[in-house]
């Protein structure tokens, strides 16, 4: 009895936690298919991408004002994957979506007008996919390939992006975060869950484990904050907070944090702002043919929402 009323006291508080999350409705159209999002802390305003039109959307942080941020294939924009904002500058990623003769793209936009400040397009004959982005507290950024076993960076002398790491174990790298002293990187790998790698010594820090499945991935207050989407039992999707030990250099246990309200729901990347996440609720990845670029059902396709979520 007594065991069965500690499972209830948890399930309670969680659900408590879940309760106290904020619902914002978005106006932008249903076919957007959003994949990053990025938050201007200064002009306070939520940056969302689209995988169907290759644009960049953008609103107030209660959903008002919404606004076509940069414009389809604006700068060799390419379908949207991850972005951040660093200072006045948007970084924004972008892949060509049919694996063959594939393009990739890193974009730098002034946050506050849209203006192009850089661009890096990569058109070779390697297929790869720039999905997601972090940078460093002193301007260093590093970028996941989920298609190879590469990490990359910029030169800045040679003005191009070129492999930082390159390891068997980061296959498929999808969602990356770095600690707040620049020391770890942290990498949702698909076959070897989060890998933690010492940026002083470019060496693994810690061994295989099963924390698979994740899209988005930051770190916060010396944890990991993580958008789980792709678990072949989809009640074990949602938002998870993974705490590290001391040291930074491993994981010691996990909470789900949040519960998809729907098990088809597929939220994808988050940004973080005043100890709160920001992530849309359903990005309708599933009603993309992306081969083709086309929507499945139009009829299925539902309004947006944003989901504003607390966390520690």
């Known amino acids: 009895m007594k065991i069965l009323l500690w499972g209830l006291l948890f399930i309670s508080l969680g659900l408590t936690a879940q309760s106290k999350h904020e619902r914002i409705p978005l106006s932008f159209n249903t076919d957007l298919i959003p994949e990053g999002i990025a938050i201007d802390p200064v002009l306070q305003k939520v940056y969302i991408n689209s995988l169907k039109h290759n644009k960049i959307m953008r609103c107030n942080l209660d959903g008002s004002n919404t606004e076509e941020f940069l414009g389809a294939n604006v700068h060799g924009y390419l379908p949207g994957f991850g972005m951040t904002i660093k200072g006045n500058t948007l970084y924004a990623l972008g892949n060509s979506l049919p694996k063959p003769r594939n393009k990739s793209i890193l974009l730098l936009l002034k946050a506050s007008s849209g203006e192009r400040i850089q661009s890096y397009p990569r058109d070779t004959n390697d297929f790869i996919y720039w999905n997601d982005i972090v940078i460093s507290t002193q301007g260093k950024l590093y970028i996941?390939?989920?298609e190879s076993n590469n990490l990359y960076t910029l030169d800045a002398e040679l003005g191009e992006l070129k492999v930082y790491y390159s390891h068997d174990d980061i296959k498929h790298s999808n969602g990356i975060a770095i600690s707040s002293d620049d020391r770890y990187l942290y990498l949702a790998t698909y076959t070897t869950g989060i890998r933690i790698l010492d940026l002083n010594t470019k060496e693994l820090v810690n061994p295989p484990n099963n924390y698979k499945g994740i899209d988005g991935m930051k770190f916060h207050n010396d944890c990991l904050v993580a958008i789980v989407n792709s678990k072949r039992d989809s009640n074990l999707n949602g938002v998870y907070q993974f705490t590290l030990n001391k040291d930074l250099t491993g994981i010691q246990s996990e909470e789900k944090i949040w519960s998809l309200q729907d098990p088809t729901d597929i939220p994808t990347t988050f940004a973080i702002h005043d100890n709160a996440i920001y992530f849309v609720a359903d990005?309708?990845?599933?009603?993309?043919?992306?081969?083709?670029?086309?929507?499945?059902?139009?009829?299925?396709?539902?309004?947006?929402?944003?989901?504003?979520?607390?966390?520690?």
């Open 144 to 146: 996941t390939d989920s």
């Open 283 to 312: 990005s309708q990845l599933d009603m993309l043919d992306q081969q083709h670029n086309t929507i499945t059902d139009r009829t299925l396709l539902n309004p947006y929402e944003l989901i504003k979520l607390p966390i520690d």
